[in-house]
């Protein structure tokens, strides 16, 4: 099923727009491909402008960045511990923006949005 991102057929008020035009091909949106651990794989695609980016589709590393040292340190992905965005998500290991996840220096919580970035970068928690 596609979804679509173009304007409610319903106002805040919850009255009914009249449609002045039909759906475009550019309203619609990509499915949902989760990033997960696993070994590497980015893929490409292409936007609006003649644009790219580059989706994580599977990740094994991460640039971890330690506030009390100031450094980024490159470290393995282990496990994924806790999602806010989706308690499944933890038992499928699938990453997003926001997921706490565990590594070999501690556990990190991820702040780069992956599907758009192509990276994974996250803040050392403890």
Do not use: C
Not at 9 to 28: A, L, M, V
Not at 74 to 101: E, F, W
């Amino acid at each position: 099923m596609a979804l679509w991102q173009g304007r409610s057929s319903r106002k805040k008020t919850g009255g009914r727009y009249r449609p002045f035009r039909n759906k475009r091909k550019h309203e619609i949106s990509t499915e949902f491909q989760f990033s997960v651990i696993g070994d590497s794989s980015i893929k490409k695609y292409k936007t609006m402008g003649g644009n790219s980016k580059d989706r994580v589709m599977s990740a094994e590393m991460v640039n971890v960045y330690d506030p009390k040292k100031g450094k980024t340190i490159r470290t393995k992905i282990l496990t994924v511990t806790d999602n806010p965005a989706n308690p499944n998500y933890v038992q499928r290991n699938i990453i997003n923006k926001g997921a706490i996840i565990q590594t070999e220096l501690g556990e990190a919580r991820i702040t780069s949005r992956m599907g758009q970035t192509g990276t994974v970068n996250a803040v050392l928690i403890s």
